[in-house]
């Protein structure tokens, strides 16, 4: 039984209100702490990292020696061919060559493009989170497992970089946020490395695209440009620059497809591990444009017909013998390849 005190004192009312109204403005700074220093502190610790496994591992002592040239390779993500192009027109990463088009994988992930990039291989999967054929289990991460499990993070392409410039899945909920600090740490550590080739990658730029849209962007790739400027000037040596990114962007806000309930109502198991034949798993990464799903070979054809029917899935691709089949709801198409060749047959519609 819940006793609820009589303020026939007003001294005594006036006494808890001024307690509950120290303690609402107590839990509003605390709340304003957090969100805006916490995270830009452990941001910083996180950028001062070296990635770079070769360097990091590397016996003795680094050179105190200055090269006296230093290639920059600046990895963006999510920018789009005819931004830079707009950007180079209105003036600005001048010193530069006219931006050009970039071929990148299928599909252009992250993951994929930057570990064939930089590592000239491939990621154990699409994204964080995985489906292993050979243990037959989810593997990865996602944001519980990284923040309560000690599993060892599969290498991908990080190891490769010197800098790595995005805070995480907290990108995606204040990312101009941190945007000073990592502009700040990046010519910081530009300007104090001994090597000869330094290897970055500025994530932030699409974090910025989904939730801000495109002229957000745009802005800070102005900022990039200004920096990469700043930091040739300040570096006292020569600077070659090579900047690209994994991929582009449509600018268009993401929604949420949930395809799962359909293949259940089709006759399929969503599942974390493959048992029975009607088997599939589906590992929900969620802010991306693709979903990768792991079946048994059999049940390919029938779970894109499925898919087909779905509001927001635009086609679904699947392996079939030496062909890829690409399903959608305008139609059916086979490609194959021969050496360099692709041959693209329209089976129905188009």
Not at 29 to 41: A, H, R, T
Not at 241 to 254: A, K, L
Request: a neutral charge.
């Amino acid at each position: 039984m819940w006793m609820v005190p009589k303020f026939e004192d007003k001294m005594l009312m006036k006494r808890y209100l001024r307690i509950a109204f120290i303690l609402i403005i107590g839990s509003i700074c605390l709340g304003i702490v957090i969100i805006n220093f916490l995270p830009n502190i452990w941001f910083q610790r996180h950028l001062n990292k070296n990635w770079n496994v070769s360097e990091a591992e590397s016996p003795g002592e680094p050179s105190s020696i200055q090269a006296d040239r230093l290639c920059l390779i600046f990895a963006l993500d999510g920018v789009s061919y005819d931004v830079m192009e707009e950007l180079h027109a209105e003036g600005y990463v001048q010193g530069f060559y006219a931006p050009g088009r970039l071929v990148s994988t299928f599909p252009s992930l992250t993951r994929p493009a930057f570990s064939r990039m930089l590592i000239g291989g491939k990621p154990f999967g699409y994204e964080r989170l995985y489906f292993d054929f050979e243990e037959n289990r989810l593997k990865g991460f996602n944001l519980v497992k990284k923040l309560f499990l000690s599993e060892t993070k599969p290498l991908d392409y990080h190891p490769k970089l010197h800098f790595l410039g995005f805070p995480g899945y907290i990108a995606y909920v204040f990312p101009d946020k941190f945007t000073r600090t990592a502009i700040g740490s990046f010519k910081k550590r530009v300007i104090a490395f001994k090597g000869t080739e330094f290897i970055a990658y500025m994530g932030i730029s699409d974090a910025i695209a989904h939730v801000e849209g495109r002229q957000a962007q745009k802005d800070f790739l102005k900022k990039i440009s200004l920096l990469l400027d700043e930091t040739r000037n300040e570096l006292g040596i020569l600077l070659d620059v090579v900047v690209f990114s994994d991929h582009g962007s449509n600018y268009v806000r993401n929604q949420w497809v949930d395809i799962a309930p359909v293949l259940v109502e089709g006759g399929f198991r969503d599942v974390a591990k493959l048992e029975a034949p009607n088997d599939f798993v589906l590992p929900r990464n969620g802010f991306v444009s693709v979903a990768a799903l792991y079946t048994h070979q059999e049940n390919a054809s029938t779970i894109a017909t499925l898919l087909a029917d779905i509001a927001g899935v635009d086609f679904s691709v699947y392996r079939s013998g030496q062909s890829i089949m690409v399903n959608g709801s305008a139609g059916v198409a086979r490609i194959n390849r021969r050496g360099q060749r692709y041959q693209y047959t329209s089976m129905q519609g188009d």
